[in-house]
């Protein structure tokens, strides 16, 4: 089975803009999950997509937002991009959700200038 | 607060055995789950407890304490290419996942 696969790889944004970044995830997980990882806090949750809706959602601010469309793939958007937002953005499929063995992708770098 | 405590270092020599310690904090406990992350690559599922006791696959080991909120992942025979970060995961009752700040393991030849 081919992988979770992420889009694009490297961006580069400056501050106030808006960004979506894509997610593929294996065929047959229903289960999408999104991280930021960052030197200073690691790995933090975003939040879980399954059957197209947000199942779970970390301590976010609102201006990062996902969707997932009915093929099970996953979108996530961070609006008035800042400074803080550079960072790695993993996301992840399962077939049952957080409680499952997470497959991660490559991850997209994002660094805001 | 919820959090899952893990050391930032851990130096070993090549061939020898490495323990990697995770203490957590969390509202509810589904079972601890460990990652590996090589630098520039994406984390990797290596083990999962839900139960107490240990775990073994292969060179890696895990075990699970629920009573003292402790875990560990064991690393044995350790070859160059597990110089990597490993990280502790738990999924708690609030349906949040929380990681490890993460250990990174460097090998010595």
């Known amino acids: 089975k081919a992988g979770v696969t992420q889009t694009p790889r490297y961006l580069i944004k400056t501050r106030g803009q808006q960004v979506t970044l894509s997610c593929s995830p294996i065929?047959?997980?229903?289960?999408v999950s999104w991280y930021q990882q960052t030197p200073g806090q690691g790995l933090q949750f975003l939040f879980e997509?399954?059957?197209?809706?947000?199942?779970n959602k970390g301590n976010f601010p609102g201006r990062f937002s996902g969707r997932q469309f009915s093929n099970s793939r996953s979108e996530m958007n961070v609006s008035t991009l800042e400074l803080g937002d550079s960072a790695l953005y993993l996301c992840a499929s399962s077939i049952q959700g957080i409680v499952d063995t997470q497959y991660f992708g490559p991850g997209t770098r994002l660094t805001v200038l | 607060g919820q959090s899952l405590e893990q050391p930032s270092e851990v130096t070993a020599v090549e061939g020898a055995i490495v323990q990697i310690n995770c203490t957590y904090q969390t509202s509810g406990f589904y079972g601890l789950s460990w990652y590996q992350q090589h630098d520039g690559g994406a984390p990797t599922f290596l083990s999962y407890?839900?139960?107490?006791g240990l775990e073994e696959t292969g060179r890696f080991s895990s075990f699970l304490s629920r009573s003292d909120s402790y875990g560990y992942l064991l690393l044995q025979e350790l070859q160059m290419k597990d110089s990597a970060s490993y990280f502790c995961a738990v999924p708690n009752r609030d349906d949040k996942i929380i990681f490890g700040k993460g250990t990174r393991l460097h090998i010595l030849p």
């Open positions: 997509y399954f059957s197209e809706t947000q199942r």
């Open positions: 407890n839900g139960l107490d």
């Open positions: 065929s047959g997980h229903r289960s």
